[in-house]
Structure formats: C-alpha cells, structure tokens
C-alpha cells in the first residue's frame, strides 16, 4: 500500500494534502510519509523473522532523527559508517549492542568512540584496520567484537558506482584471504572474531546477485568449516524507480534464499537494508520557474537543483514526475527537467513526456526518500531545504533550512585580511 496519492486530483502524503505545506513552508522542500517507513520496515522485520534475522537499518539512507527514532522504536538496530551516524544513533536512544560500524576508512578516534560507548560489532575491512583495532582496544582495555567483511568478486548488476562487491571495489577482505584473516586474528589479544559480513552493492533489482554472493560465502563456511556465531548479510534490496524498467526482488523471496542457504547453521543473522526502506516514502517537492523553448527542445526550469537531489547528475538516476494537481492538462509534450544552478549536470530528466507544466505549478519527484538529503549541499549559495515528516493528518518540519545570513555568517574572516 501507498501512502503516497492522489486524493480528490491533489497529490497527497497520508492525509496531508501538498499544496498546503507548501503554502506555509515555500518550495522546494521535502516530505516523507511515516506510515510508510513503518509498513516498509515491519514488512522486511517480519520477513527475517522466519530465521531469527536482526534488522540494522543502514543509516546512510536517510539519517534525519525523527526517522531515525520512529525506526528505532520499531525495533530497528544501526548500521552506521563513520563517528557522526554512531554518535546520531545514541542520541535517539540506540544502545550500542544494537549498533554494527561498518565502513572501508574507520578511524582511531571512531574506534575509541563506538568501543568506550558501546558496540555490537565492527565490520573489519581489512588486515591494517584489524591490527590497529586490535591496539586501540588493548589500549582501553577492552576486546573489540568484529566480523570480516569479505568481497566475494561478484556483480551487483547495479550501476557501478554503488556496486561494492567486485574485485576491483575498494570493499572488504578478498574472499582467498579470508581464512587467513581468520589465523591472524585468533592470535590477536583485543578482538573477538565473531562472524563474517558481506555487503555486494545498492538498488539490487535481481536475486541472481545474492545468490552468487551467498552461495559463495555458504560454500566458504562449510569447506574451511569456520567457526562463527554470527552473519551479516548486508543490505542492497533494490526498489523500483522506474515504473516498467525495475522490478526488484520481493523481500519474502530474498528471505526464503537466506533460509535456504544459512538455515542449517544455527548462525545470527542480521541483514542491513537502506534504501528499501525509506526510498518510497519521500518526495521531493518543486515548483515551475520557467518555461523555456530552446533550439530543438523545451526546458522546464524548477527551483529544485542538484543541490538538493544529486542522483539524477550523480547516477544518472530516474525518478518519476508527477503532477501536485492531477487535473493538469495530461498532454504528451517532451521536456527537459533542469534547475537553476550553473551547470548543464543540473538536469533532473531529459526528452521526458510530462504534463503541460506552466509558471507557479508545483511537480514531485517520487521514491526521493533515500540517498537524497543525506547528499544535500550549499553549492551555488542555496539553502539546503526543509524535511517535513506526516502521520496521518499531521504534518512536523523535521529539518529547517537555513537562512542566508546563518549560511553566511558560518564563514569566518581572519583579522589579517
């Protein structure tokens, strides 16, 4: 079900109707819809449940408080890469047994961090960072908890810049190292190997990935009979942007994968989905500044950029645009979506049958709830815009977007210029 929709022809979130927030907080902005990252993430939390799986919910989709608390209250754990998501998930609550550190570039000061402050585990991505965890717990006294992350050499079928589980990617312990890791850390003093961890890539919109993946890293714990209490499977679960191109996997066939692969060895498992479950339940709102005819095609100019949502200049992304009012003309007219900023990167779609847009009309970016505000910018001096967060027919700002003077006045001048 969404809770995104067209109610009496204007789109709505739950039982808010578009037009009304922008009246009172001025476009762009962005709103996401709380039911639906609930029924998003109790779908996947029900799902695992069937092996025993934990849900750490990959931060670095979306990592604004409020949604950070309502997931967190649902019963979701973290994962996070870097000291700032630990340290956003203890201020919702989050003890650090439910919190796994992930990441290729952990530091010494994140590792003294999540280790004095607690953690369930670190996802160790290489021989150097085991061996300076290992000094930096001795140093505390303590024994850090870690799982290797292993890169398999197997194709997400993603787009290349978030697949992470090829030889060439900067990811994990090459899988022909592995039980090597293994000898080197059983005679290390301050880590407790408990697991293993395998994260392939993002927007996974096959099961045929995972299962090469999987089957590789069932194979590894059977053959070198690893001694293990826990697997982390990563996240990845692909959503569907566009309409007739993607259509990802469902999560109960991912699970009944999981089942039969690992179902057998009594292991933890904990999975790390992201973007499957925040992508759909945000949109990014925008108004029509310009129609603009140029030498072989038309430009839509909006006052949303790629400041605001980099995916389309970054990925090359689609996200389908619609109408805030349904009843705008249904023409089949071809245009390109552009914001203001001074680069021609700055295109949100191109050649894109769209409804006769005009002046003053608002339009949505749909499925924009993940790796959208997290990737926001002040480029060209533009204020990051505001988060709204529904529940039924409540609405909250989430985040405010900053004035121009605040922007301005966090630079400083030195007294010698």
Known sequence: MTHI??????????????????????????????????????????????????????????????????????????????????????????????????????????????????????????????????????????????????????????????????????????????????????????????????????????????????????SLIREKNLQISRLDLGGGLGVTYHPIHDNPPKVSDYSQLVRNLFGDMNLEIEIEPGRFIVADSGILVAKVLYRKKGENRDFLVIDAAMNDLIRPAMYSSYHEIKPIRETIDKGNKKFDVVGPICESSDTFAENRNLPEFEPDDLMAFMTAGAYSTVMVSEYNTRPTVAEILVKGDKWACIKKSPTITDMINRDIIPSWL
């Open 5 to 218: 929709k067209y109610i009496d022809g204007i789109l709505h979130v739950e039982g808010v109707d578009i037009p009304s927030i922008a009246r009172e907080v001025g476009t762009p902005f962005y709103v996401f819809s709380a039911s639906q990252i609930e029924d998003n993430f109790l779908a996947v939390k029900n799902s695992v449940a069937s092996f025993g799986g934990q849900v750490f919910y990959a931060m670095k989709a979306n990592s604004n408080q409020a949604i950070l608390k309502l997931l967190f209250e649902l019963g979701a754990g973290f994962d996070v890469v870097s000291g700032g998501e630990y340290q956003r998930a203890k201020a919702v609550g989050c003890p650090g047994n439910r919190i796994v550190f992930s990441g290729v570039g952990k530091t010494k000061d994140e590792m003294e961090l999540a280790l004095t402050g607690g953690i369930r585990q670190f996802n160790v991505e290489s021989f150097s960072e085991l061996h300076l965890l290992d000094t930096v717990a001795g140093n505390l006294g303590l024994i850090a908890p870690i799982a290797v992350r292993m890169n398999p050499d197997v194709d997400a079928e993603t787009h290349e810049k978030i697949s992470t589980g090829k030889a060439q990617n900067k990811f994990g312990v090459p899988i022909t190292r592995v039980e090597e890791f293994f000898q080197v850390a059983s005679g290390l003093s301050n880590v407790n190997l408990l697991g293993l961890d395998i994260h392939i890539g993002s927007q996974i919109t096959s099961l045929r990935p995972y299962e090469k993946a999987f089957g590789k890293v069932a």
